[in-house]
């Protein structure tokens, strides 16, 4: 069974950058796809980004420009986050799909392993 876990939440202030981890053991030939998502207070959980084993990488339209995922290895996604702002509130997930990435999984219910999140909370 494959493990995800997220670091690197925490309180900032608005216009700071922030690097989250997410750290999969238990089976990394099963994460193909590894994606994060977000759930702010009151919202809907939303889709941020994803990568692929393979280096295909696709964000969400709002994240283009301040959001970056990589990968290092079949272990580790990192999302690099800048100029925040407090509407970047939110508890992040990381998620991963052992198959091929398909547009679906933008909604997150096609994701087979899910973490636990990690909080930003970004301060005005």
């Known amino acids: 069974q494959v493990q995800l876990v997220e670091s690197g939440g925490g309180l900032v202030q608005a216009g700071d950058s922030l690097r989250l981890s997410c750290a999969a053991s238990?089976?990394?030939?099963?994460?193909?796809?590894m994606s994060w998502f977000r759930q702010a207070p009151g919202k809907e959980r939303e889709f941020v980004a994803a990568?692929?084993?393979?280096?295909?990488i696709t964000y969400a339209d709002s994240m283009k420009g301040r959001f970056t995922i990589s990968r290092v290895n079949a272990n580790t996604v990192y999302l690099q986050m800048s100029s925040l702002k407090p509407e970047d509130t939110a508890v992040y997930y990381c998620?991963?799909?052992?198959?091929?990435?398909?547009?679906?999984?933008?909604w997150g219910s096609g994701m087979h392993y899910w973490g636990k999140g990690t909080l930003v909370t970004v301060s005005t």
């Open positions: 238990g089976g990394t030939f099963s994460t193909n796809v």
């Open positions: 998620a991963a799909h052992r198959g091929s990435w398909y547009e679906g999984l933008r």
């Open positions: 990568i692929t084993a393979n280096g295909f």
